[in-house]
């Protein structure tokens, strides 16, 4: 048996793997970045010992988990759900966002390495939205923005009228870059700009109507992909453009 440790951890994604096993892929605050394989796993709840833990996405628990001696997927001995989330799983909205942050997450963030300020900024990120109780339809906009202050590609605060965001320089441009799919279209930039530099409760108060919100969020999305081609594959952003 590896090293063992604790750790408080995020469900990002279930994967069934065998007859009866499932890895789970955790951000974990010692770790950063974890698979791990266990089994026990019936009707999306791990049970270990006495403990019966929820793993749907954005799901907080405490764990110690070991390393593998042969150096594959780490194990988890035991698991607690250090508070209750009240109204994530059971608000369609929110589950959709959540699904959402847990997909960008699982998708972009590869690092296999601490880093508390991100865990921090996470953690909080699902406490915040689960405490809201209404007017949140901007809150995974604001999230991917602060995603992307932590990946090191902040969109640069330039905007001038009628500019356009270039996605490889990250900044605002008057000549159109030559390739559509480098750039945001005039009015997409101009929502952009709104959002840039701003606190969450900033952002939340911004007015936009469904199509806006959509067309933005499927730039910023073309702008996390020119970076990690894995963004191109998040699903779950259908489901945010038909609810928001």
Request: hydrophobic fraction near 40%; aromatic fraction near 12%.
């Amino acid at each position: 048996m590896g090293n063992t440790y604790k750790s408080r951890a995020i469900v990002l994604h279930t994967i069934k793997y065998g007859d009866s096993g499932h890895i789970v892929h955790l951000y974990t605050e010692a770790l950063g970045r974890q698979s791990y394989y266990v089994n026990g796993l019936r009707n999306g709840r791990l049970s270990i010992g006495r403990n019966k833990i929820a793993l749907q996405p954005l799901t907080v628990v405490d764990i110690v988990g070991y390393e593998s001696s042969q150096g594959r997927m780490h194990r988890i001995r035991e698991a607690t759900t250090p508070y209750l989330l009240t109204s994530l799983i059971f608000d369609i909205r929110k589950s959709a966002i959540a699904l959402f942050m847990a997909e960008v997450v699982y998708r972009i963030v590869r690092e296999e390495e601490p880093n508390t300020l991100f865990f921090d900024f996470f953690e909080g990120a699902i406490k915040t939205l689960d405490s809201r109780e209404e007017g949140f339809a901007n809150f995974h906009i604001h999230f991917l923005l602060e995603l992307t202050r932590f990946m090191g590609y902040y969109p640069a605060d330039n905007y001038m009228d009628g500019g356009f965001f270039d996605i490889v320089k990250g900044e605002f441009v008057v000549i159109k870059p030559r390739r559509e799919e480098l750039f945001l279209e005039a009015g997409e930039s101009r929502l952009l700009s709104r959002f840039i530099g701003t606190t969450l409760e900033e952002a939340l108060s911004i007015e936009m109507g469904r199509g806006d919100r959509v067309a933005l969020l499927n730039g910023l999305i073309r702008f996390l992909a020119y970076h990690h081609d894995a963004a191109y594959k998040i699903a779950s952003i259908k489901v945010l453009g038909e609810i928001f």
